[in-house]
């Protein structure tokens, strides 16, 4: 995982340098929707309530990389090597993910927003989508994926 701010972003060789413009010009008037970037690479942006801790699920994907940004609001983040963990939801390759029971192990965990972002490569499980101390908000998050 790598974690950084947003104007770092241009010194990760492994991001590519469509990623970095797309993610240079994003504003929270932004509107939601799929783009298209180049070579395989995508990013959906959506708008949610953040959930419940208990509400939340470990995710990993084996297609794409993923860079998690919220342009409005911020959220919690967990995230832990996949290795030793159970799955609970087998892999679907329509959606490349699969789902983990929660790890037994204490997982780290940031928060998103405040001009950060999250690079969360396929062997990292992530619960996103978090509510900060369980208290419910409205964000808006840019999924970035990057094939592998």
């Known amino acids: 995982m790598i974690?950084?701010?947003i104007e770092n972003i241009e010194k990760y060789?492994?991001?590519p340098t469509c990623v970095v413009k797309?993610?240079?010009?994003?504003?929270?008037e932004t509107p939601v929707g799929h783009y298209e970037l180049e070579n395989g690479i995508f990013a959906n942006i959506d708008k949610y309530t953040t959930k419940l801790f208990e509400n939340c699920k470990f995710e990993a994907h084996k297609n794409y990389i993923d860079i998690?940004?919220?342009?409005?609001g911020t959220e919690q983040l967990d995230?832990?090597?996949?290795?030793?963990?159970t799955i609970s939801e087998?892999?679907?390759?329509?959606?490349?993910?699969?789902?983990?029971?929660n790890p037994t192990t204490p997982p780290d965990s940031i928060i998103l927003g405040n001009n950060k972002f999250a690079f969360i490569y396929t062997y990292e499980a992530h619960k996103p989508q978090m509510a900060i101390n369980n208290i419910q908000t409205e964000?808006?998050?840019?999924?970035?994926?990057?094939?592998?």
């Open 22 to 28: 797309f993610i240079k010009n994003l504003t929270p």
């Open 79 to 85: 995230y832990i090597n996949i290795e030793g963990l």
């Open 68 to 72: 998690q940004i919220l342009i409005e």
């Open 139 to 148: 964000v808006k998050k840019v999924v970035v994926k990057i094939p592998v």
């Open 3 to 5: 974690i950084d701010k």
């Open 90 to 101: 087998e892999y679907d390759k329509n959606r490349d993910v699969m789902f983990f029971k």
């Open 13 to 15: 060789s492994q991001i």
